[in-house]
């Protein structure tokens, strides 16, 4: 059982959003002996240009994988490892530019996608959703399309484990 699952997709999102509960890969089956780690996880733009209002500044975006909904939470609970159901983080910065052609450029070296932080102790039992938000100098918020790619590899369980995992992956999943 070692064959790498990779996910590839897209997602839209406005500048100065947030997005939540965007489901990247779900598994309904009753083996119990089944479960995956997320080995890494990237992110990068796949919209760089977009009218941003005649604004050169600066956007930070950040991002989480979850194992289970979060809802519609504030911008600062999208990057929150104190919650259980997310396993992986990123916070990107970049800056934005006007001109003929506004533009998006990634702040780091290399400009390349931008790999998350991912908790090495959790196990993927039924499902990954992502969650972003974006927060920028210009009052202007086109919507952009992101890239992101997220590798798995599949990990045997003894049922009794999968089942503690499930119960963790949805741990903080209560409304008050």
């Not at 500048?15 to 990237?42: C, H, M, P, S």
């Not at 990107?92 to 390349?112: E, K, L, M, T, W």
């Not at 790999?115 to 039924?126: G, K, L, Q, R, T």
Request: net charge negative; charged share 20%.
């Amino acid at each position: 059982m070692s064959k790498k699952l990779s996910l590839r997709g897209t997602f839209s999102q406005a500048d100065n959003a947030r997005t939540t509960d965007i489901q990247v890969f779900i598994y309904e089956a009753n083996d119990l002996t089944r479960g995956w780690v997320v080995e890494a996880a990237y992110l990068w733009p796949k919209t760089i240009r977009a009218a941003n209002g005649n604004v050169n500044g600066q956007m930070q975006v950040s991002a989480s994988i979850a194992t289970d909904t979060i809802g519609s939470v504030g911008f600062p609970e999208i990057c929150d490892t104190s919650d259980n159901r997310q396993v992986a983080w990123i916070n990107s910065g970049y800056q934005v530019r006007s001109g003929g052609d506004d533009f998006i450029a990634n702040s780091g070296n290399p400009p390349g996608p931008v790999p998350f932080v991912v908790d090495p102790e959790h196990i993927v039992a039924n499902g990954l959703w992502i969650n972003a938000t974006s927060i920028s100098d210009s009052s202007t918020s086109p919507v952009r399309e992101w890239n992101y790619m997220i590798v798995l590899k599949p990990k045997r369980l003894d049922p009794k484990e999968t089942i503690l995992h499930l119960i963790k992956n949805v741990a903080q999943d209560v409304v008050n």
